[in-house]
C-alpha cells in the first residue's frame, strides 16, 4: 500500500527528508512517502470553513462590505436584501463561513478574488518572521482587509500567528472613539497653520514694500545715471536697461510668490471657519444629548423607585416611594389611555385623586375650566396635547391661580419624576429656612 490510510504530520513528511527513508539502504519507504495529493494537500492555503470559529466575524466585518454582503449573503439564506439590516447579514455571513457550505466557498471565492494581489505577495514570503513583517508594514500603511485575509489563510499560519493579527484588528475598532479627539488636533494644528501664514505674510509683505521702495530708488538712481552718461555710449545704456529688467521680472516673481501665498491663507482660513463651525454643532449636538440622557436617568430611577415591590410581599408593588398628600387632586390633561390608566392607579394608590381630560379628542374643551376647579396641581405632556388646548389650560389656571407642570412626555415616568422632583424641591426648601415655601398640595 503506498497511500496510507491517514494524514502524515506536515512536520516529520514536509521539513525532514530523512524521516521517511529506509533504515537500511537510504531509500525512501514505499509505505511512509507522501503523495503527491498529500504534499498538495499541506502546501495549500487554509480554508474559511477550517479557521477557527471566533475568527469568522472578525475576517467577514473586516475583509467584506455591508454592499457586497447584501448581494451575495441572501442567494444561500432567506433574508431579504432590501429590508434585512447589516447586523442582520453580518451574522447570516458568519454562519454561513461556519458552516462550510456552499454559501461558505462563495464567500471564500469572493475574498480569494478580491484579495489575489495581497494573496500572491504573502505567498512569497519565507517563513513566519516574513509572514508578521508583511503584516506589519500593513498595519502601518493602513491597508488592513488584504493581509488580514491573505495572512489568516496562509499555510504557514499558526495560532499564535492568527490570534496576533486578530489582537491587532480587535484593538483598531477601539480607535473610532478618538475620532473628536482627533478633529479637535487637527483644528488646533489649522489654528496654529493659520498664525504662522498670517505672520509669514506679513513679512513678505514687508519685505515686499522695502523692495519696491528699493526697487523705485533704484530705478530713479538709474534714470539718473543714464541720463548723465547717454553720452558715454550704447553699451553703457544696454547695461543699463538690462539690470532694470532684471529688478522688474525680480519683482514680479516676489508678486507672485504673495498672491500665491495670501491664496493659501484665504483657504485655510475657510477650512478654520468650517472646522470651528462643525466643532460648535457637535458640542450643540453632544450637549443636547447629555441634556436628554440626565432626563431620562431621572425618569427611569423615579419610576424604579415607585413601582419597588416590598420585601414581605413580592407580589404586590409600594407605591409608597410616591411622594404625595392624601386626598391631592390632579388634573391630568391630553396623555395616552393606557398610560393615564396606570398613572391614575399610581395616584389612587398613594390616596390622591386623578381627573383626566384628553384635551378635546372625546371630552368637550367647554368642560376644561370646570374640570380644573377645585385642582391642586395641574400636569399635561407636550408630545400628547393640541396647542390649542395648552393655550387655553394655561389661561384658565393663570386665571385661577392654579400651578401647571408640563411633562416631556405623557409616559408614567415622566409623571412619577416630576412628582419626585417637587417633592425633593420641597424638602430642601424647607431644610434650608423653615417651612417649606411649595407645597404640593397648594402650590
Same mark, same amino acid.
Given at each position: 500500500?503506498?497511500?496510507?490510510?491517514?494524514?502524515?504530520?506536515?512536520?516529520?513528511?514536509?521539513?525532514?527528508?530523512?524521516?521517511?527513508?529506509?533504515?537500511?539502504?537510504?531509500?525512501?519507504?514505499?509505505?511512509?512517502?507522501?503523495?503527491?495529493?498529500?504534499?498538495?494537500?499541506?502546501?495549500?492555503?487554509?480554508?474559511?470553513?477550517?479557521?477557527?470559529?471566533?475568527?469568522?466575524?472578525?475576517?467577514?466585518?473586516?475583509?467584506?462590505?455591508?454592499?457586497?454582503?447584501?448581494?451575495?449573503?441572501?442567494?444561500?439564506?432567506?433574508?431579504?436584501?432590501?429590508?434585512?439590516?447589516?447586523?442582520?447579514?453580518?451574522?447570516?455571513?458568519?454562519?454561513?463561513?461556519?458552516?462550510?457550505?456552499?454559501?461558505?466557498?462563495?464567500?471564500?471565492?469572493?475574498?480569494?478574488?478580491?484579495?489575489?494581489?495581497?494573496?500572491?505577495?504573502?505567498?512569497?514570503?519565507?517563513?513566519?518572521?516574513?509572514?508578521?513583517?508583511?503584516?506589519?508594514?500593513?498595519?502601518?500603511?493602513?491597508?488592513?482587509?488584504?493581509?488580514?485575509?491573505?495572512?489568516?489563510?496562509?499555510?504557514?499560519?499558526?495560532?499564535?500567528?492568527?490570534?496576533?493579527?486578530?489582537?491587532?484588528?480587535?484593538?483598531?475598532?477601539?480607535?473610532?472613539?478618538?475620532?473628536?479627539?482627533?478633529?479637535?488636533?487637527?483644528?488646533?494644528?489649522?489654528?496654529?497653520?493659520?498664525?504662522?501664514?498670517?505672520?509669514?505674510?506679513?513679512?513678505?509683505?514687508?519685505?515686499?514694500?522695502?523692495?519696491?521702495?528699493?526697487?523705485?530708488?533704484?530705478?530713479?538712481?538709474?534714470?539718473?545715471?543714464?541720463?548723465?552718461?547717454?553720452?558715454?555710449?550704447?553699451?553703457?545704456?544696454?547695461? +543699463?536697461? *538690462? %539690470?532694470?529688467?532684471?529688478? @522688474?521680472?525680480?519683482? &514680479?516673481?516676489?508678486? /507672485?510668490?504673495? !498672491? =500665491?501665498?495670501?491664496?493659501?491663507?484665504?483657504?485655510?482660513?475657510?477650512? +478654520?471657519? *468650517? %472646522?470651528?463651525?462643525?466643532? @460648535?454643532?457637535?458640542? &450643540?449636538?453632544?450637549? /443636547?444629548?447629555? !441634556? =436628554?440622557?440626565?432626563?431620562?436617568?431621572?425618569?427611569?430611577?423615579?419610576?424604579?423607585? *415607585?413601582?419597588?415591590?416590598?420585601?414581605?410581599?413580592?407580589?404586590?408593588?409600594?407605591? /409608597?416611594?410616591?411622594?404625595?398628600?392624601?386626598?391631592?387632586?390632579?388634573?391630568?390633561?391630553?396623555?395616552?389611555?393606557?398610560?393615564?390608566?396606570?398613572?391614575?392607579?399610581?395616584?389612587?394608590?398613594?390616596?390622591?385623586?386623578?381627573?383626566?381630560?384628553?384635551?378635546?379628542?372625546?371630552?368637550?374643551?367647554?368642560?376644561?375650566?370646570?374640570?380644573?376647579?377645585?385642582?391642586?396641581?395641574?400636569?399635561?405632556?407636550?408630545?400628547?396635547?393640541?396647542?390649542?388646548?395648552?393655550?387655553?389650560?394655561?389661561?384658565?389656571?393663570?386665571?385661577?391661580?392654579?400651578?401647571?407642570?408640563?411633562?416631556?412626555?405623557?409616559?408614567?415616568?415622566?409623571?412619577?419624576?416630576?412628582?419626585?422632583?417637587?417633592?425633593?424641591?420641597?424638602?430642601?426648601?424647607?431644610?434650608?429656612?423653615?417651612?417649606?415655601?411649595?407645597?404640593?398640595?397648594?402650590?
Amino acid at each position: 500500500m503506498h497511500t496510507p490510510p491517514f494524514r502524515l504530520a506536515r512536520t516529520s513528511t514536509i521539513t525532514s527528508g530523512s524521516s521517511a527513508l529506509n533504515a537500511v539502504d537510504g531509500r525512501p519507504d514505499g509505505c511512509c512517502a507522501p503523495s503527491e495529493a498529500q504534499l498538495a494537500e499541506l502546501n495549500r492555503r487554509t480554508r474559511l470553513a477550517e479557521l477557527d470559529a471566533h475568527l469568522h466575524c472578525s475576517i467577514i466585518g473586516t475583509c467584506l462590505g455591508t454592499h457586497e454582503l447584501r448581494k451575495l449573503v441572501p442567494k444561500f439564506t432567506g433574508l431579504d436584501r432590501l429590508r434585512a439590516t447589516d447586523l442582520e447579514i453580518h451574522h447570516a455571513a458568519v454562519e454561513l463561513a461556519i458552516e462550510g457550505g456552499t454559501g461558505g466557498k462563495a464567500l471564500q471565492k469572493a475574498l480569494d478574488e478580491r484579495y489575489a494581489g495581497a494573496i500572491r505577495l504573502f505567498n512569497k514570503a519565507k517563513g513566519s518572521d516574513a509572514v508578521l513583517a508583511l503584516w506589519r508594514e500593513a498595519l502601518k500603511s493602513g491597508d488592513i482587509p488584504p493581509a488580514y485575509w491573505a495572512l489568516m489563510t496562509h499555510r504557514q499560519a499558526t495560532t499564535s500567528m492568527r490570534q496576533t493579527a486578530f489582537g491587532d484588528v480587535h484593538m483598531l475598532s477601539h480607535l473610532v472613539g478618538a475620532a473628536n479627539r482627533a478633529d479637535i488636533r487637527r483644528l488646533v494644528a489649522l489654528e496654529e497653520e493659520n498664525a504662522s501664514l498670517h505672520a509669514k505674510i506679513d513679512r513678505q509683505q514687508n519685505r515686499s514694500h522695502e523692495m519696491s521702495a528699493q526697487r523705485d530708488s533704484a530705478v530713479q538712481k538709474l534714470a539718473e545715471h543714464a541720463a548723465r552718461t547717454s553720452a558715454q555710449g550704447s553699451d553703457e545704456v544696454a547695461m +543699463l536697461r *538690462a %539690470e532694470v529688467g532684471t529688478l @522688474r521680472e525680480a519683482l &514680479t516673481t516676489r508678486d /507672485e510668490r504673495v !498672491a =500665491l501665498h495670501t491664496s493659501r491663507r484665504e483657504a485655510a482660513e475657510l477650512r +478654520l471657519a *468650517a %472646522e470651528q463651525e462643525s466643532t @460648535r454643532a457637535l458640542r &450643540t449636538r453632544l450637549e /443636547e444629548m447629555d !441634556a =436628554l440622557v440626565k432626563i431620562l436617568q431621572a425618569e427611569a430611577s423615579a419610576l424604579e423607585r *415607585a413601582v419597588q415591590a416590598p420585601a414581605d410581599d413580592p407580589s404586590r408593588y409600594s407605591v /409608597e416611594t410616591l411622594p404625595m398628600p392624601q386626598g391631592m387632586r390632579i388634573v391630568y390633561v391630553g396623555g395616552r389611555p393606557r398610560s393615564n390608566n396606570a398613572i391614575r392607579r399610581l395616584v389612587e394608590s398613594a390616596g390622591g385623586q386623578m381627573t383626566v381630560h384628553d384635551g378635546g379628542i372625546e371630552d368637550r374643551k367647554g368642560l376644561l375650566a370646570a374640570t380644573l376647579r377645585g385642582a391642586d396641581i395641574v400636569v399635561f405632556p407636550v408630545d400628547c396635547i393640541d396647542h390649542d388646548s395648552m393655550n387655553m389650560l394655561k389661561r384658565i389656571c393663570e386665571r385661577g391661580q392654579i400651578t401647571w407642570y408640563p411633562l416631556r412626555t405623557a409616559s408614567v415616568a415622566s409623571f412619577v419624576e416630576l412628582i419626585g422632583r417637587l417633592n425633593a424641591d420641597a424638602q430642601t426648601k424647607g431644610q434650608a429656612g423653615g417651612p417649606p415655601r411649595f407645597c404640593l398640595r397648594h402650590g
